[in-house]
């Protein structure tokens, strides 16, 4: 029986890259609004998106919610997933934090 794949260490570059291309939206900022946002993402095994992201649960602010769609948008393609992974995509939530400090 094949080994499983260990995703952890992939999965925290998905969420850092994704991380760097965050904006936070100025009238977001500006308004004091604040959320969490998971966005769905559905990759290929070459890294690339094999659907469009989309909100798997909104922060209540659709400017955040696009502001994290953009992000994941701005940070693909990712690296290929990691080998021995059989499948041919791999879905994963991402949470996209916004909050103000």
Request: charge should be positive; proline fraction near 10%.
């Amino acid at each position: 029986m094949p080994k499983p794949v260990d995703f952890s260490a992939y999965n925290r570059g998905l969420f850092a890259a994704i991380t760097e291309q965050k904006r936070y939206p100025r009238a977001a900022r500006k308004l004091g609004l604040q959320g969490r946002v998971i966005v769905v993402v559905t990759l290929d095994r070459r890294g690339g998106l094999a659907e469009p992201p989309r909100i798997h649960t909104s922060s209540g602010h659709s400017i955040l919610d696009e502001d994290a769609l953009r992000a994941v948008r701005s940070a693909a393609p990712f690296p290929p997933l990691p080998s021995g992974f059989a499948g041919t995509t791999r879905q994963i939530a991402i949470p996209v934090q916004y909050r103000l400090d």
